[in-house]
C-alpha cells in the first residue's frame, strides 16, 4: 500500500547515523532494524531484538525523512529509557488502552525533554492536528497528543482540554508512572458517555514517528477471561505474526534472510595423509577455566589439528583483481607510514656518521668567524619492526549467514579481508600466519592452518583459504591457547593473535554463556602472560558487552558494518602497529 | 673543549619558567593532597587520563601552589636523549655545552613535565631511569658529568592509555618507577563550573555544553576514537560567549574537528540540537 515516493529516504541510507545518534543520546546499543510496512503495522515497534522501523516512510523526503526517523528513534529510546515494564491490560478497554498509550507517550517526551529540550523541536514538527474536523476518537486522540506535546498549540474540544488539564496538574508526577491507567480510565469512559465509537482494528498511533506502544503491555493470551470480553482481540496494531507466538519476540517478516547450512567438509581425515599433512593431525589437550569455581580444569579441553581442504586458488587471486584499487590504496598507505625501509637522515643534530657536507660547510663558517650549523651528523632512521602476527578465524557456522545487501556469506568477507590483510603484511614484511578454528564439544575443537609463518603467501595458502568452510560451534579459549602455543615459538620481538569473530564464545556442551567467556578472557591474560598481545575485531554489533570483558577495554574493535570489513582491516591492522 | 655554558641570567637560571599567576583549577577529588604528598617524598609521577581533561592545566597549578619553576616537554617521535639531557654545539670560537630540559630542571631544581611519554622512543624514555629512584641523578655521558638532581626537582610525566598502537606502551620497568594520578573528565557539575569560568558562558550554556560532550563520550569505542574533551567544551563556551549561535559554535569547535565521517557528524549534529 505505501508504495514510497522515489526519493524517499530509506532506512538503509540513515541506519549507521541512527545507531551513532541512539548511542549518543541514550548509551542505547539497541539493534535498528527494518520492516515492510503493511495496513496492520505500519508504525514502529519495540521487540527485544531492537527498534524495528519502517523500510521508509511514503511521502517523508530529504530532511524531513531523516528527522522523521530520528524522531522515531528518539521516541523509542524515550520509552526503553523510561517507560515502565509491560503491564497487564487487566479490564481496561480497548479505547483505554489507546488513551494510556497517549499518555505514555506524552509523559516519556516531557521527561526526555527535561534532559535535552531541543528533543520537542524534532517531535512536535511532525504534530499536524488541528484543532477543527471531524471528532471522531482517532480525531481526538491526535488533537491530545498534539495539545501534551506542543505548548503552543490551542484546541477549544472540552474534551482534549480536560484531558490537558488533567495532565499538566501540578499534583501529576511525571516520573512516577501510575497515574496514567485511572487517568486514561477516566478519559475513556468520557469518551464512552460521549457515545463515540472506537474500532481497534482502525485505530494507529499518530503522529506517524510514535511506535505502537506494544511494549507498555503484556501480549494478550487470545482466551483471555480475566477482563470483560472484547469484540476486537488486536487491540493495538501488531506485526504480521503477532498473534500467532505471544509472548515470543515478534520478529518482522524479510528482518533477515539466513541461508541454510552449508554441508560439513566431509571425510576430512581421510584425505589429510595424501596431502601429506598426516603430520599435523595432532591433539593437545588444554585446561580450560571454570569461573565458578575459580579453578582450571586440567585437560578439559582438546584441540585437534584438522587439515584444510584446499580449492582452487583461482578465487583467492580474483579477490585481489576485484580490489585492485583498493590494494593501491593500501600500498600508499604503507609507503606512507614509512613502515619499510631505513632513512638516511642528513644534517641531524646526534648520529651515527659525520655528514661531510655540512662539516665542511660548518668549518668555512667558523674559519671566517660565522657562527657555524651544529647539525653535522647523518643519522639512519630504522623503524625496527620485528613483529609475527597469528591471524585467527572464527569459522563457526554463523558464519554462512548472509550479510545483508551484500548477497554475500559472512565467511566471505571474512576470507576477502584475510586475503588483503595478507597482501599487506607481505608487502610490510611482517611475519604472518593464518589458521582459523571451530569446535563441536570440549573433545573436538578444530583447528585448521591455512598458512603458516614460514610459508609463502602463495599457491597452497591460498588454495586452503579458498577452500574454507563453516560450520559448528565456537569455543574461543582453547583455540587461543593453542595459537599462543603456535606464536610463542617465534622468535619476533612484538607477537599478536588478531582474531576476527562474528560472535560469542559458545558449544554444544556450554549452557552458561558466561562459562566460556570467562575462559576465553583466561586465555586472554595467559597470552598477555607469554608476551603476546590479543586483539578482537568482532562483527557482532551486539558484541561490547562480552568482547570487552574477554580482551580488555582497548583491545577490540566492532564492526558496525560487516560489508565493510574487507576496506576496514587492513587500514586497522596498520594503526594497530604503527 | 672550553665549557662556555655562561648562565643568562646568572641569578635565577630558570626564572622563565616559574609560574607567576595563579591558573585557574578545579580540584574533583583528592588529587592536590595526594600530589602534594608525593611532592614531599620527591616521589616520581605519571598523570593519566584522556586528551583535555586537565592534566596540563593541574601540574601547572601544583606548581604554582608548590612555588616551584615548571619545565613542560611535549615529547614526540623524533626526540633523542640529548633533545632531554642536552648537547655540544658550535660556535665561533669552538663548542659549548647547551643544558637539555631536563637537566636544567635537575639542575636548578624545577618540576620537569614530560607530555605525553610515550610518543618518545623507548630507549629516550630510559634515561630518566637513573633520576627517578634513590640515585636522584642525571650522567651526561659526553660532558662527563654526573648532575646530582637540585632537592626540589620532580619529575612527572603524562600518559595516555587510550593509545590504539599496541607497539607503543611504557616499559614495566618505566612505568614501575612512577606513582600515577588517574584523570578523568569531571563529573557534569564540576565540569558546568569549569567550562562556565573558563570560556565565560551561564551557568544553564555550560551545563548544556557539558551533557552534549558527555552524549559523544558514549560513542567511544563505536564509531569515535575519543569523546569531546572538556577543552573543546570551553572552546564552544569561547564562542558562544563571543556571541556565536550555539549550534554552529558546537559544529565548529566539537563536531567537526572529531569526526569526517559523514554519518557521525550528521549523528552528532542531532545531538547538538537536541540541547540547543
Not at chain 1, 538 to 567: C, H, W
Request: glycine share 6%; with cysteine; proline share 6%.
Amino acid at each position: 500500500m505505501n508504495a514510497p515516493l522515489p526519493d524517499a529516504v530509506r532506512f538503509l541510507d540513515v541506519r549507521r547515523r541512527l545507531a551513532f545518534f541512539l548511542r549518543a543520546l541514550w548509551d542505547q546499543g539497541r539493534d535498528l532494524r527494518s520492516f515492510q510496512a503493511t495496513l496492520k503495522q505500519s508504525r514502529p515497534y519495540i521487540t527485544a531484538m531492537g527498534i524495528h522501523l519502517p523500510e521508509s516512510w511514503r511521502s517523508a523526503t530529504g530532511e524531513t525523512g531523516s528527522a522523521l526517523y530520528r524522531a522515531a528513534v528518539a521516541h523509542a529510546a524515550a520509552h526503553l529509557t523510561f517507560s515502565p515494564p509491560p503491564q497487564k491490560r487487566g479490564k481496561l478497554r480497548p479505547v483505554q488502552v489507546a488513551i494510556a498509550g497517549v499518555l505514555e507517550d506524552a509523559r516519556v517526551e516531557r521527561l526526555a525533554c527535561r534532559e535535552m529540550p531541543g528533543l520537542q523541536r524534532l517531535w512536535v514538527r511532525f504534530h499536524e492536528a488541528k484543532p477543527q474536523g471531524s471528532a471522531t476518537f482517532q480525531d481526538l486522540a491526535v488533537r491530545l497528543a498534539r495539545a501534551l506535546a506542543d505548548p503552543d498549540y490551542e484546541d477549544d474540544n472540552p474534551w482534549v482540554m480536560k484531558a490537558r488539564h488533567a495532565f499538566e496538574s501540578p499534583d501529576v508526577d511525571l516520573a512516577d508512572p501510575s497515574f496514567v491507567r485511572p487517568m486514561a480510565s477516566l478519559l475513556g469512559n468520557d469518551i464512552g458517555q460521549m457515545r463515540l465509537q472506537f474500532n481497534a482494528k482502525t485505530y494507529v498511533v499518530d503522529p506517524v514517528y510514535r511506535d505502537d506502544n506494544s511494549l507498555l503491555w503484556v501480549p494478550q493470551p487470545q482466551e483471555d477471561d480475566e477482563g470483560i470480553p472484547l469484540e476486537d482481540e488486536i487491540l493495538m496494531a501488531q506485526p504480521e505474526d503477532g498473534d500467532s507466538d505471544e509472548g515470543q519476540v515478534l520478529e518482522a517478516p524479510g528482518a533477515e534472510e539466513i541461508v541454510g547450512p552449508k554441508p560439513v567438509g566431509a571425510g576430512a581425515a581421510d584425505e589429510a595423509d595424501e596431502s601429506g599433512l598426516g603430520d599435523w593431525l595432532r591433539s593437545v589437550p588444554y585446561p580450560e577455566w571454570d569461573y565458578l569455581v575459580s579453578l582450571s580444569r586440567p585437560a578439559w579441553c582438546t584441540v585437534q589439528e584438522t587439515p584444510a581442504e584446499p580449492a582452487d586458488p583461482a578465487a583467492i587471486d580474483e579477490i585481489t583483481h576485484r580490489h585492485e584499487s583498493l590494494l593501491q590504496r593500501i600500498d600508499a598507505l604503507i609507503r606512507g607510514s614509512e613502515l619499510r625501509k631505513p632513512r638516511r637522515l642528513r644534517r641531524q643534530m646526534e648520529g651515527d656518521h659525520l655528514d661531510i657536507d655540512a662539516v665542511v660547510n660548518a668549518m668555512i663558517d667558523v674559519r671566517s668567524g660565522r657562527t657555524p650549523d651544529p647539525r653535522l651528523h647523518v643519522r639512519i632512521d630504522r623503524h625496527e619492526r620485528d613483529l609475527s602476527v597469528l591471524v585467527l578465524l572464527d569459522l563457526s557456522e554463523s558464519t554462512n549467514d548472509l550479510v545483508k545487501g551484500t548477497g554475500q556469506k559472512v565467511l566471505d568477507l571474512a576470507r576477502e579481508a584475510t586475503v588483503l590483510l595478507s597482501a599487506a603484511m607481505d608487502r610490510i614484511g611482517d611475519r604472518f600466519a593464518i589458521h582459523g578454528f571451530c569446535s563441536n564439544g570440549r573433545n573436538e575443537v578444530r583447528y585448521l592452518r591455512f598458512k603458516e609463518f614460514s610459508m609463502p603467501f602463495e599457491d597452497t595458502a591460498k588454495a586452503r583459504l579458498a577452500g574454507m568452510t563453516g560450520q559448528l560451534s565456537t569455543r574461543m579459549g582453547g583455540a587461543l591457547r593453542h595459537a599462543t602455543r603456535l606464536l610463542q615459538a617465534q622468535a619476533s620481538d612484538k607477537k599478536l593473535i588478531l582474531l576476527i569473530t562474528d560472535g560469542e564464545p559458545h558449544d554444544i556442551d556450554a549452557h552458561d554463556p558466561k562459562y566460556l567467556q570467562f575462559d576465553a578472557k583466561k586465555a586472554v591474560e595467559e597470552a598477555s602472560r607469554a608476551g603476546i598481545y590479543t586483539y578482537c575485531m568482532s562483527l557482532d554489533p551486539k558484541a561490547d558487552e562480552y568482547v570487552s570483558r574477554i580482551f580488555g577495554q582497548r583491545n577490540y574493535t566492532v564492526m558496525d558494518r560487516i560489508e565493510r570489513l574487507p576496506e576496514k582491516l587492513p587500514g586497522l591492522y596498520l594503526r594497530l602497529t604503527r | 673543549m672550553t665549557d662556555l655554558s655562561a648562565p643568562t641570567t646568572a641569578a635565577d637560571p630558570i626564572a622563565q619558567y616559574r609560574i607567576g599567576r595563579e591558573p585557574y583549577y578545579r580540584p574533583v577529588g583528592q588529587e592536590i593532597e595526594l600530589y602534594e604528598a608525593a611532592y614531599a617524598a620527591r616521589l616520581p609521577m605519571m598523570l593519566k587520563g584522556p586528551t583535555g581533561c586537565g592534566k596540563t592545566r593541574f601540574i601547572e597549578y601544583m606548581a604554582w601552589k608548590l612555588g616551584k619553576p615548571l619545565v613542560t616537554l611535549a615529547c614526540n617521535e623524533d626526540m633523542t636523549a640529548s633533545d632531554l639531557v642536552g648537547r655540544y654545539l658550535l660556535d665561533a670560537q669552538g663548542t659549548r655545552w647547551q643544558d637539555g630540559p631536563l637537566t636544567l630542571a635537575a639542575r636548578y631544581g624545577a618540576i620537569c613535565y614530560l607530555d605525553e611519554v610515550v610518543e618518545a622512543r623507548q630507549d629516550t624514555a630510559v634515561v630518566i631511569h637513573p633520576l627517578t629512584d634513590a640515585r636522584r641523578c642525571l650522567p651526561l655521558e659526553k660532558k662527563n658529568e654526573l648532575v646530582e638532581a637540585h632537592p626540589d626537582f620532580q619529575l612527572v610525566i603524562s600518559y595516555n592509555p587510550g593509545y590504539q598502537s599496541i607497539l607503543k606502551d611504557l616499559k614495566q620497568s618505566t612505568k614501575q618507577r612512577f606513582g600515577a594520578l588517574d584523570f578523568h573528565y569531571p563529573e557534569a557539575r564540576i565540569e558546568a563550573e569549569i567550562v562556565g569560568h573558563e570560556s565565560g558562558v551561564s551557568p544553564d550554556i555550560a551545563a548544556k555544553l557539558v551533557s552534549v560532550g558527555e552524549k559523544t563520550r558514549h560513542l567511544k569505542g563505536h564509531g569515535l576514537e575519543e569523546g569531546a574533551s572538556t577543552r573543546m567544551l570551553i572552546h564552544a563556551g569561547h564562542l558562544i560567549a563571543r556571541g556565536i549561535d550555539p549550534i554552529a559554535a558546537c559544529r565548529v569547535t566539537l563536531v567537526r574537528p572529531i569526526t569526517d565521517d559523514a554519518d557521525m557528524r550528521d549523528a552528532l549534529d542531532a545531538v547538538v540540537t537536541a540541547f540547543f
